[in-house]
């Protein structure tokens, strides 16, 4: 929720996930992602891509983390890195992207901190 000090009222607001969630619901079979590569293309519905963020967020449940808790995420720009980035938020959780090219020290060193 915001306040909106002009006008003296408060405005519902949604969170980017609830946005997503309610996207997707709306049109489950129309195409959400696509990626074309060497040997074509491979595209993903956003009822698909909903049911794996909801699959996500639940094992992220069943591993015991909670609202709050830090999920790191390492990997190459593709439909999947999404969709895990997705279901770490539904689950409540905070992402921490690592970068796949960093060196192996730093990422040691941020997944310790």
């Not at 929720?1 to 709306?26: G, H, K, P, W, Y």
């Not at 891509?49 to 720009?77: K, P, T, W």
């Not at 890195?81 to 020290?105: F, H, K, N, S």
Request: hydrophobic residues 45%.
């Amino acid at each position: 929720m915001l306040f909106d000090n002009t006008v003296n009222r408060v405005i519902e607001t949604q969170s980017f996930c609830q946005r997503v969630v309610d996207a997707a619901s709306a049109r489950p079979d129309k195409v959400a992602m696509m990626l074309i590569g060497p040997k074509g293309s491979e595209s993903t519905t956003f009822g698909s891509m909903l049911s794996q963020i909801r699959s996500i967020a639940y094992r992220l449940g069943q591993e015991q983390i909670a609202f709050g808790d830090r999920v790191a995420i390492i990997g190459e720009n593709h439909p999947h890195w999404a969709i895990a980035y997705l279901g770490i938020i539904y689950r409540g959780a905070v992402v921490t992207p690592l970068d796949p090219a960093a060196r192996e020290t730093y990422l040691r060193l941020t997944a310790a901190a």
